[in-house]
Nanobody
Framework: QLVESGGGSVQTGGSLSLSCAAS????????YGWYRQAPGKEREGVAS???????DYAESVKGRFAISWDNAKNTMTLRMNNLKPEDAGTYYC?????????????????????RGKGTLVTVSS
């Protein structure tokens, strides 16, 4: 099970942190990530992190977002700085089934078998 928290509303230039707690079978995989979806737009892989904390980011968020994994807490965090209106949307935590092939990349998050219910991020200009 993946449970997100931390969404909310901020103004342009503001910051938010999202968290994702993994439990059960989702805590046994080797990669976690976030993707987002805005109304009327396709899903976009945002960031991914391995349990060794190797991180990758979509070009659109590089330099502004930071993703990390805490092995002790089985929790992933996405720190979002300098938020822009185009960052708004529902953010989903995702993880692959460790028994299936996967790519631990932002684009790979769109294919992960497990995901949370999502948390809404609103950015006002």
């Amino acid at each position: 099970q993946l449970v997100e928290s931390g969404g909310g509303s901020v103004q342009t230039g503001g910051s938010l942190s999202l968290s994702c707690a993994a439990s059960g079978s989702t805590s046994d995989t080797y990669c976690y990530g976030w993707y987002r979806q805005a109304p009327g737009k396709e899903r976009e892989g945002v960031a991914s992190v391995g349990i060794d904390n190797r991180a990758d980011y979509a070009e659109s968020v590089k330099g502004r977002f930071a993703i990390s994994w805490d092995n002790a807490k089985n929790t992933m965090t996405l720190r979002m700085n300098n938020l822009k209106p185009e960052d708004a949307g529902t953010y989903y935590c995702a993880a692959p089934d460790a028994r299936q092939p996967y790519k631990c990349l932002p684009s790979g998050t769109l294919t992960f078998n497990h995901r949370g219910k999502g948390t809404l991020v609103t950015v006002s200009s």
